[in-house]
């Protein structure tokens, strides 16, 4: 899993277009909750830099299945019970780690 090199405890959360089975397909969205980061020590990460994150986790799925569209929302695990935008989505946890 391509995210694990960056956050080695999270859940992944597709949405969107990939969802609907009527839908031609489109970009590939996705939601990171990050799970309990004061624990992962190894995590050199200041969450007002996620943007750099969520470019990093980007690449390295994008080497790993192509050139591909994706939107990616990394959210801590306390923002994302706040978030409208994710309370609100249509969602299925594809990965927990």
Do not use: T, W
Not at 9 to 32: A, E, K, Q, T, W
Not at 58 to 78: F, Q
């Amino acid at each position: 899993m391509a995210i694990k090199v960056f956050v080695p405890h999270f859940d992944l959360y597709l949405h969107g277009s990939r969802l609907d089975v009527n839908s031609l397909g489109g970009d590939i969205d996705l939601f990171v909750v990050v799970k309990d980061i004061s624990s992962d020590l190894d995590l050199d990460l200041d969450l007002d830099l996620d943007l750099q994150l969520q470019l990093k986790i980007v690449v390295e799925i994008k080497k790993r299945i192509g050139d591909r569209r994706i939107d990616l929302l990394v959210l801590k695990n306390s923002e994302a019970h706040n978030h409208s935008f994710f309370q609100n989505s249509y969602k299925v946890l594809i990965y927990s780690v």
